[in-house]
């Protein structure tokens, strides 16, 4: 097949940007990887098709952990940006809690600690004062996995010690080690949120709540399991998309009506479009069809979009799931 002409690829892209509203975003985001791809290798000197192609697989990469689940191929973007770019803070940042998500602490702090000292050139691939924050803190979370990891391999060694002699002499190191290292209290790293509080639980904790029944009135948004549901009292159970349940989230949170432009800011900061508040809410509204629910699940108001079941609501999500907002968002 006849490879493009730079001008060819070029009508392309003019193409391309006219079809953001007219198909699927992730789709968009894919068709546009492919085509910078090729004018880069046409023209490796522009700058601009480098920086198109850069934040495409940003966007792409933190859309398939955030939509679709498919970690590895989002791993393999943001390594592909890193050889375009190894001074591209934000994608190893992204790449730092993806590896944490996996639970593979020495990547993550390999990646967490090139986020903090990168130097990129471009001022827009430096991560900000809020993400080299969080990158610390987890970057000390992440060392404290490998340490716990590390001592139980200790641990591990010392209870199948078949020698006397060596396990006395071994005991009080470990239990020493076992001191400093549990020491920082126990951690609770469930979340439940309602109109009037934040839970910070233990994971029986959270077994018990959810093992009661839903009072009348109560409507549930649960994170916790392989897939996100909103569970109603009359047992409906709504299986929602991660962009749709951290929408809905967003909106039982605020109890009150949510400018399109405070969502857009929040939920699609790196959206182009015009119309993907209203495309998304409308996606949501469907979701939550249902013949034995209210008609009117989310309202439009005058000030914006409001969550609207008449009851009580509660939230349970992991404190430590990197969710949406770390992954995705500059």
């Given at each position: 097949m006849r490879e493009k002409t730079h001008e060819e690829l070029l009508e392309e892209e003019l193409i391309w940007e006219r079809q953001e509203d007219e198909i699927d975003l992730f789709t968009w985001w894919q068709k546009g990887i492919e085509l910078y791809r090729k004018l880069s290798r046409l023209d490796r000197d522009n700058k601009r098709f480098k920086i198109q192609l850069a934040n495409l697989l940003l966007k792409a990469g933190g859309d398939l952990?955030?939509?679709?689940?498919?970690?590895?191929?989002?791993?393999?973007?943001?390594?592909?940006?890193?050889?375009?770019?190894?001074?591209?803070?934000?994608?190893?940042?992204?790449?730092?809690?993806?590896?944490?998500?996996?639970?593979?602490?020495?990547?993550?702090?390999?990646?967490?600690?090139?986020?903090?000292?990168?130097?990129?050139?471009?001022?827009?691939?430096?991560?900000?004062?809020?993400?080299?924050?969080?990158?610390?803190?987890?970057?000390?979370?992440?060392?404290?996995?490998?340490?716990?990891?590390?001592?139980?391999?200790?641990?591990?060694?010392?209870?199948?010690?078949?020698?006397?002699?060596?396990?006395?002499?071994?005991?009080?190191?470990?239990?020493?080690?076992?001191?400093?290292?549990?020491?920082?209290?126990?951690?609770?790293?469930?979340?439940?949120?309602?109109?009037?509080?934040?839970?910070?639980?233990?994971?029986?904790?959270?077994?018990?709540?959810?093992?009661?029944?839903?009072?009348?009135?109560?409507?549930?948004?649960?994170?916790?399991?392989?897939?996100?549901?909103?569970?109603?009292?009359?047992?409906?159970?709504?299986?929602?998309?991660?962009?749709?349940?951290?929408?809905l989230r967003f909106l039982m949170e605020n109890k009150r009506p949510v400018s399109a432009q405070t969502i857009r800011e929040n939920i699609f900061p790196d959206s182009r479009s015009e119309s993907i508040v209203r495309r998304t809410i409308q996606r949501l509204r469907d979701a939550l069809d249902h013949p034995r629910l209210p008609v009117d699940l989310i309202l439009t108001t005058i000030s914006g979009y409001q969550w609207n079941w008449p009851g009580e609501f509660t939230i349970f999500y992991r404190k430590d799931d990197i969710f949406l907002k770390d992954i995705i968002h500059f």
């Open positions: 952990k955030m939509r679709q689940h498919n970690f590895n191929q989002a791993l393999g973007l943001f390594r592909e940006l890193i050889w375009m770019e190894p001074e591209h803070a934000i994608a190893h940042y992204r790449l730092g809690f993806l590896y944490y998500y996996k639970q593979d602490w020495r990547k993550s702090i390999h990646h967490f600690e090139r986020a903090l000292r990168a130097r990129p050139a471009e001022r827009s691939h430096q991560i900000h004062r809020e993400q080299e924050m969080k990158a610390l803190c987890y970057l000390a979370k992440a060392y404290q996995k490998l340490s716990l990891s590390i001592f139980e391999k200790a641990n591990e060694m010392f209870e199948a010690e078949s020698d006397p002699a060596v396990a006395d002499a071994v005991d009080p190191f470990i239990e020493e080690t076992r001191r400093d290292l549990y020491s920082y209290g126990e951690s609770k790293p469930y979340v439940m949120v309602t109109q009037d509080q934040t839970l910070f639980l233990h994971e029986d904790e959270v077994l018990r709540y959810q093992s009661e029944e839903l009072a009348a009135n109560e409507v549930r948004l649960d994170f916790l399991g392989e897939e996100i549901y909103l569970i109603f009292p009359s047992h409906v159970r709504i299986k929602l998309s991660e962009q749709l349940g951290k929408l």
